[in-house]
């Protein structure tokens, strides 16, 4: 299954929300979501700086990964990131497949 970083950064309206839910509260509801599209939340975890909250999830394709970012920019209480994210594996894979490309001007 695809795996996906998700960068969070709450609004005003978001943090409101985030204040009377709580943590644990907004954390389970985020796994639901997941859950329900087949995925699977590997962890939760909130911050201070630009982001807010990361989540790192396996999807079961990466439409669904697209599908959840997109309800909850729709929402307008926070701001989400998704980042597809490669496994070593995945490098190696791509490390050794030939790619016949010219840089620009040489």
Known sequence: MPKFMVRVS???DGARGLIKEGGTGRRATVQKVIEDLGGRME???FAY?????FVIAD?????A?????LAVN?????RASTVPLITPEEMDAACKRSVAYKAPGA
């Open 10 to 12: 709450y609004n005003a």
């Open 43 to 45: 962890t939760f975890y």
């Open 49 to 53: 700086g630009e982001h807010d909250a």
């Open 65 to 69: 990964g697209l599908a959840v970012s």
């Open 59 to 63: 999807f079961p394709d990466s439409n």
């Open 74 to 78: 729709a929402s307008g209480a926070v």
